[in-house]
């Protein structure tokens, strides 16, 4: 019962990094759907994100199953728990890698990508696309250390969001009010994207440890160190 | 024993019903902070904020220590779930009107919103605040139905924000990119905290019925019938 139980809540993280690695190429599509005006890759990213609610939603009814049959405590509770809040992340992953696709359908055939913001939004992608691998890697290995620094690269994002308000606030900001708010939204969701994926390193953090890392300055600063409290 | 948990039960909706009032309160302050650029009212709300992000780990370990000791099933495990749920969706209720006392701050003393979008935004707080209202009651009275109503408001909020776009989309606007962009982003966080009351809605119709409440067309049309599987 107990062996079937423990490889039951080992398919939950292995799906739980699938999850995390179908965000990942989502936002990887999206991308390229946006800078590419490919219209065909953005319906793609489109009808993945309903395979990712899909999914969400099973894994959702799998940890209540685990729950009110099982009624596991201690480490395999927290593993539990852990999933059921990282599922809800990876969900709105999936959402927010979709709004950035259909800005790129809505916008199609004009390119919307102005050359001014476009090397600070392709690097943002690529940073929003490498946390939810980092993410995924991080369930697999249940490595709180592995978790933690995806913060690092969370600042990054953060920090290539304020250079692309001050590309465009830039008095000589070429391209009039629509494709800004588009340049500044599309940072948004890069940037919440990313929020997401530290917020499951987080949980993987407490699912090892049970302690819940907080995304301190020095935590970022030092991975020698265990998850701080 | 079991009077004990039901009573726990009961206090923890307590708490996420209180928690939804000040997710309201929070988006009411934040919103005439930022219409008569107050800035002692936007501090109070950055100040609630971590009062917010408290209470939601509080609700969170009281959620895992019920599951821990007192093993719920059926309609108790539901409850249970639907707490961890809805008080994730309420810390990020509390992050938004925070966002949104913090761009009252960072532009004071200057007055921010526009005249041309002043009504569109204002509408907007106002609904917002009044869908945590409305959660908040739903919670109260673990009623799907009253719950399920939030998604009329809701379609209220979406059709605003397409409004508002459409003023700052046009050749005569007459402020810029910058005001444009804040206006653009404050639209943004009031959709996204009307989307987390909704959300916490459907935890509602979970937690009544066990059944996950998709906020359909027709389940908008219609609060005559229950929630819809």
Not at 75 to 83: C, K, M, P, S
Request: charged letters at 20%; a negative charge; aromatic letters at 4%.
């Amino acid at each position: 019962m107990r062996t079937t139980f423990h490889a039951e809540l080992d398919e939950l993280t292995t799906e739980l990094a699938g999850m995390s690695r179908l965000a990942a190429q989502m936002m990887t599509n999206a991308s390229i759907a946006l800078h590419q005006t490919d219209l065909a890759l953005a319906g793609m990213v489109i009808a993945e994100g309903e395979q990712m609610n899909a999914r969400q939603n099973d894994t959702d009814r799998r940890c209540i199953t685990l729950l009110a049959l099982q009624a596991p405590v201690a480490g395999d509770l927290r593993v539990v728990i852990a999933a059921l809040h990282a599922s809800g992340h990876l969900k709105r992953m999936g959402n927010l890698a979709r709004h950035i696709a259909v800005i790129a359908r809505l916008k199609h055939p004009n390119p919307m990508i102005a050359n001014e913001v476009r090397p600070v939004l392709a690097r943002m992608g690529l940073l929003a696309s490498q946390l939810a691998e980092d993410a995924a890697t991080a369930i697999e290995h249940q490595d709180p250390l592995s978790g933690c620094r995806l913060a690092v690269s969370d600042d990054e994002v953060d920090t290539l969001r304020r250079h692309l308000f001050g590309i465009l606030f830039a008095e000589d900001w070429p391209h009039g009010v629509e494709r800004a708010v588009d340049a500044a939204l599309i940072g948004r969701y890069y940037e919440r994207f990313s929020d997401h994926a530290v917020s499951i390193a987080r949980q993987v953090c407490y699912m090892a440890t049970g302690r819940m890392a907080e995304p301190t300055a020095s935590w970022r600063a030092s991975d020698a160190a265990p998850c701080p409290p």
